[in-house]
């Protein structure tokens, strides 16, 4: 596709069930993000790759929070033991350069609704 | 924690009217950009101003930058309905990791 792709776009998990969130980013993007978003809020950043490494990791709310890339493409952002404070919005973003001097492509989103 | 906050925090006018949305940040940026959500969807880059910039323009958007005050605003010209989304600033740091920093958002609704 075209665009970052998210999946699945809406999660429902019961309090204390492990979730994994998968982004598609644009082919040959070299940064990729991931924020989280709560209602009404701007969106808090996560944790970024530049390729498959990643550089920052600060804004992972807990060591519950876990986000790979192994291959540099796809990313995968995990959470276990969900809470009722994890629901939120979760979006990636992909970026054809390693600094931010471009603009970041977002995908759509997965809602995160814990139960 | 977020960088910034927009101003105001929700604006209604009427069709072809002109929206201004301010943002104010805190630390030394690199550039700053300007996003919109619609409802329920992913973010939209609107617009870029780099830090040696004062204005910028790209169609209806005209961006102003002033890093001696740290802020920024968005004017959107003659406005339609399809404008009707939140709008938000974002801004890349000139030091450390790369990361956009975002506000939080004007909500914008534009009526017919």
């Known amino acids: 596709g075209a665009g970052v792709s998210q999946s699945p776009r809406y999660k429902v998990a019961k309090r204390g069930q492990d979730v994994a969130l998968r982004c598609d980013p644009i082919?040959?993007?070299?940064?990729l993000f991931w924020y989280q978003q709560a209602l009404g809020q701007g969106p808090e950043f996560l944790t970024y790759?530049?390729?498959?490494?990643?550089?920052?990791k600060s804004g992972l709310p807990s060591d519950r929070f876990f986000a790979e890339r192994p291959e540099g493409s796809v990313s995968t952002l995990k959470i276990q033991r969900t809470q009722q404070e994890d629901s939120a919005v979760y979006l990636c973003?992909?970026?054809?350069?390693?600094?931010?001097?471009?603009?970041?492509?977002f995908g759509q989103g997965t809602r995160l609704t814990v139960v | 924690s977020q960088q910034g906050e927009e101003d105001p925090q929700a604006l209604s006018i009427q069709e072809g009217e002109n929206a201004t949305m301010n943002c104010s940040y805190k630390?030394?940026?690199?550039?700053l950009q300007w996003y919109r959500q619609n409802s329920g969807r992913g973010l939209v880059h609107l617009i870029l101003?780099?830090?040696?910039?004062r204005e910028k323009h790209s169609g209806r958007l005209r961006v102003t930058l002033d890093t001696s005050k740290k802020s920024s605003s968005l004017l959107i010209t003659a406005s339609r309905a399809a404008d009707t989304a939140s709008y938000f600033c974002?801004?890349?740091?000139?030091?450390?990791?790369?990361?956009?920093?975002f506000g939080t958002g004007t909500r914008l609704l534009v009526s017919p």
């Open positions: 790759f530049q390729n498959e490494a990643q550089l920052d």
């Open positions: 101003i780099r830090s040696n910039e």
């Open positions: 973003a992909s970026s054809r350069r390693q600094d931010l001097n471009t603009e970041a492509f």
């Open positions: 630390t030394s940026i690199n550039n």
């Open positions: 082919s040959g993007h070299v940064s």
């Open positions: 974002a801004t890349a740091p000139n030091t450390g990791f790369q990361k956009l920093v």
